[in-house]
């Protein structure tokens, strides 16, 4: 497709399991963005790849939290062991690596951990 | 500190009428990019409009302006005419090519159009 994939689009597991988000970027856009955004507030950055790699991991909220990058396109980010409070929509964006390119929004994955 | 401030996190306005949403910003960088994003209820995240720190002239996108002032570092999304589809949260955004091209977001403001 032409714009930002993300699976699962809703996820619902129970407290302690690990859970996997994946994200497909727009085909060559090299910048990938994980964020984080509970009900009714703003965006928390997780993570940011350039290509395969992480310049910036300084959002993960805990060595819970870990993303990957293969091939410089699909993403994905795991969660183990969730927690309640990790329940919140992950939203994955993709651009282009220069300051005037914007970025790209996936419509989200839906996480509830019950 | 904050790269990127919205001070107002609800706005009203009259249907018809427009409004200023206002955001301040933060860089040592000489170029830069500022972005304004929409996301209503349904979630999703729409891209607005975008001003490039060495466009002399505000960027405007339909009924959407952005009132850029670099000396004051702030960028404010004036939206004209209001209508009642335009009832979401906004975002300013940035992007700095001396953090490798991060992208960074304001905490938001949501607006709410009365009719």
């Known amino acids: 497709g032409a714009g930002v994939s993300q699976s699962p689009s809703n996820k619902v597991t129970e407290k302690g399991k690990d859970v996997e988000l994946r994200c497909d970027p727009i085909s060559g856009h090299t910048a990938l963005y994980w964020y984080r955004q509970s009900l009714g507030q703003g965006l928390e950055f997780l993570i940011y790849?350039?290509?395969?790699?992480?310049?910036?991991k300084s959002g993960l909220p805990s060595d819970r939290f870990s993303a990957e990058r293969t091939g410089g396109s699909v993403s994905t980010l795991t969660i183990q062991r969730t927690q309640q409070e990790d329940s919140a929509v992950y939203l994955c964006a993709s651009s282009l690596v220069r300051a005037g390119n914007t970025i790209y929004f996936g419509e989200g994955s839906w996480l509830t951990v019950v | 500190a904050q790269k990127i401030t919205q001070t107002q996190p609800g706005m009203f306005v009259q249907e018809k009428e427009a409004v200023t949403l206002d955001c301040t910003y933060d860089t040592s960088d000489q170029s830069y990019g500022l972005f304004w994003y929409k996301q209503p209820s349904s979630g999703e995240m729409i891209f607005l409009i975008y001003q490039g720190s060495y466009d002399e002239q505000n960027a405007t996108e339909g009924r959407y302006s952005l009132n850029f002032q670099k000396a004051r570092k702030s960028a404010n999304l004036v939206i004209s005419a209001s209508q009642l589809g335009d009832s979401a949260m906004y975002f300013c955004?940035?992007?700095?090519?001396?953090?490798?091209?991060?992208?960074?977001f304001g905490t938001g403001t949501s607006l709410t159009v009365i009719p």
């Open positions: 955004a940035m992007r700095e090519p001396s953090t490798g091209n991060q992208f960074y």
């Open positions: 790849f350039q290509g395969n790699s992480a310049p910036d």
